[in-house]
Every structure is written in structure tokens, then in C-alpha cells.
């Protein structure tokens, strides 16, 4: 007889993440896939496909099937899942019966459940269970679900920000917004083109994120200057400038003020007898976008609750999907 495989799987806009039960986490990789242009044959998928990014060849395209969180391209989300399905089951998937448990943003249509579902089984899946993410992610930052008292979880990944009051499982108030790390680059990009008529790509956009990003300028990064390399928006030439991390915040200040609004918004709709919990418990701080330095700091500044980052929040959601593991085999 098959046993069942536990498979957690966070399918988001940047990055795909694979839990397997026995295993650990087989999958870490970007959800990108790079196509011929004119056939639509897929020529690399994740690592590679995302190394091409900046510099490909005419005839190549990177298609990022997920957007915002949802799939926007069903047969390439398909087939990316397929391929790390198979990469993370290795052999195993022919002896066993894979349960998949998949995270999707709360608030998503019927329609757009469907479609995970059916991707994921398609993709080899025997049974295909959906859980929503902000719930995937307070158990992956350490939230006990079935504790009595409240919850708040922010989870800010590449495509969606999402903000949930939890309370004895379920979430009472959940809001989202498509304000995160994506917005945060191109609000980078845009700031360079404005000021400096420079245009830098994508992945200069992040990598002056990483280095350069933040919400709350604290000392060290007060004077702190890089040099970026982009193209003179005239001329066409290259050019170099130097960008410090005073303007990058404020470059970033509309999509930090963006997210802080969804936060208190959903505060604002706790219910009253919540609220003591929430202001004694804090917030929580998960998904890669909440790497964004000095957020939390602003978070707390900002709403005067406590606001923690967990360890490794990008893997926040894919390890919460564990949880709901068991439940599922009951
Ligand atoms: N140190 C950092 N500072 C700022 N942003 C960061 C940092 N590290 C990662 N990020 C951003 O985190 C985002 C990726 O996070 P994550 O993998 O959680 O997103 P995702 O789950 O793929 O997206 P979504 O949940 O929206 O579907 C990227 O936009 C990346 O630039
Ligand atoms: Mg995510």
C-alpha cells in the first residue's frame, strides 16, 4: 500500500518553497521561467532562469507566473510546480501518495482557489489542501492556533502585503495590499530615473534594496552611500551614481506608508475584547519584504505596540504549512 508524503508548499510571486514530511525544506527557488520568445518552450526554470534576468537574449522571455500572489499564467505556474515537485520528491513520489498543503493569500476568488488546486495536482499531487497564508505564517513564526488570546501577523512577501488579527485559529479581520517588495524596487527604479535620469534594472533596483533599503534611517546608515551602475535615460550611455541610503528612504517612504496604513486599518477593525491581547502579544513580523530594515522598528514607533521580525521570515509560510500536516490525515 502507498503511504501518504506531507508536502508544505508556498507557491509565491518570487520565490517557490517546497516542505517535504521526512525530508525538510527540498525547494528554495525563484518562480520565474525563462521561455523562447517566439515557441513559448521552456528553457530554464528558477536559479537559472532567474540568473538570465538583466541580460537575456532577444529570443528569450522570463515569465513570473505568479503575481501578487495568485497564478496569472495557469500552464507556467504548472509546469514550474511540476518540475519542483519532482525535484523535491526525488525518487520518493513513485512510492508514495503525495498530500500537498499549499498556501494562498486570504481573499482570493473561487476561481482562483480552483486553480491552485487544480496546478497542484496536476503537478503530481494526489490531494491538494489550502490553507491561508497568514494563518500558514503565524505557525511558522510559532503562533500556537488553538492558544485563547489574539495575534498580529504581517506578512510582506514580493507581490502582496497581508495583515491578519488571529485569534483561537481563524482570523477575524484580514486585509491585503499589493504594496511589497516588488513596489519597493520599482519605486527604487523610478527614484533614479527621476533624479539622476539613470535607468537601473530590476535586479540593481534590489540589490540597492538590500543594501541601501530601509524604513527608519538609524545612524549607521545615516552617511551610508553606494555606487549604482544604469544608463544615462538621453544618451543611452553607462553611467554610474551614487545613491544614499537618507534618499532611498525616502524613495520608499509612499509604499512603507502603504503597508503601515493596511496594518492600522486592520488594528483599527479589532474587535474590542481582542485588544488587550494585541497590545500585550504584539506584532509579527514574517515573509522576506519584512527584511526591509528599520520596519519593524517603524511598526512599533508607528502603531506604540511591539513589533518583531522572526528568524528567516521568507520561510515563515511554507514551514507553517507543517502544521496543518497532521490535521489533515485525521
Ligand atoms: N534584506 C532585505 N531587505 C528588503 N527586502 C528583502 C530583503 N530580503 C528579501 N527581500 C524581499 O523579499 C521579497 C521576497 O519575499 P518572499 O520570498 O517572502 O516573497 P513571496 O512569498 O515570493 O511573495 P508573495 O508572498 O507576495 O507572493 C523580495 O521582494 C525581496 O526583494
Ligand atoms: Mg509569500
Not at 7 to 32: C, H, Q
Not at 189 to 206: D, L, M
Not at 304 to 328: Q, S
Request: proline share 2%; net charge negative; charged share 20%.
Amino acid at each position: 500500500m502507498l503511504f501518504n508524503r506531507n508536502v508544505g508548499i508556498d507557491l509565491g510571486t518570487a520565490n517557490t518553497r517546497i516542505f517535504v514530511e521526512g525530508k525538510g525544506l527540498m525547494v528554495n527557488e525563484p518562480s520565474v521561467l525563462a521561455v523562447d520568445s517566439s515557441t513559448g518552450e521552456i528553457i530554464a526554470i528558477g536559479k537559472n532562469a532567474k540568473a538570465m534576468q538583466g541580460r537575456i537574449p532577444q529570443n528569450i522571455r522570463l515569465i513570473h507566473p505568479v503575481q501578487g500572489g495568485v497564478i496569472a499564467d495557469f500552464d507556467y505556474t504548472q509546469s514550474m510546480l511540476k518540475y519542483y515537485l519532482d525535484k523535491a520528491l526525488g525518487g520518493s513520489a513513485l512510492l508514495s501518495r503525495t498530500v500537498v498543503v499549499v498556501g494562498i493569500p486570504s481573499g482570493i476568488t473561487d476561481v482562483e482557489e480552483r486553480v491552485v488546486r487544480e496546478a497542484s495536482l496536476n503537478a503530481g499531487a494526489a490531494v491538494a489542501h489550502l490553507v491561508d497564508e497568514p494563518l500558514a505564517a503565524a505557525c511558522g513564526a510559532g503562533i500556537a492556533l488553538d492558544r485563547l488570546s489574539a495575534d498580529v501577523i504581517v506578512n510582506i512577501g514580493a507581490g502582496h502585503t497581508e495583515v491578519a488579527i488571529i485569534n483561537m485559529g481563524a482570523m477575524t479581520e484580514v486585509r491585503s495590499v499589493r504594496t511589497a517588495g516588488i513596489a519597493m524596487d520599482r519605486a527604487i527604479i523610478e527614484h533614479v530615473r527621476r533624479t539622476y535620469n539613470t535607468i537601473i534594472g530590476e535586479v540593481t533596483a534590489e540589490q540597492v534594496k538590500f543594501e541601501l533599503g530601509n524604513a527608519y534611517l538609524d545612524d549607521e546608515y545615516r552617511f551610508k552611500t553606494i555606487e549604482v551602475r544604469g544608463r544615462d535615460a538621453l544618451t543611452g550611455l553607462p553611467r554610474a551614481v551614487v545613491i544614499s541610503a537618507r534618499e532611498i528612504n525616502i524613495a520608499l517612504s509612499e509604499c512603507v506608508s502603504g503597508i503601515m496604513e493596511v496594518i492600522k486599518g486592520c488594528l483599527e477593525k479589532a474587535p474590542a475584547n481582542l485588544a488587550a491581547d494585541i497590545i500585550e502579544r504584539g506584532i509579527m513580523l514574517t515573509g522576506g519584504g519584512a527584511k526591509l530594515r528599520g520596519l519593524d522598528k517603524l511598526i512599533s514607533i508607528e502603531t506604540g505596540m511591539n513589533c518583531t521580525m522572526i528568524n528567516e521570515p521568507e520561510l515563515a509560510v511554507v514551514m507553517g504549512t507543517t502544521y496543518f500536516f497532521r490535521n489533515h490525515n485525521s
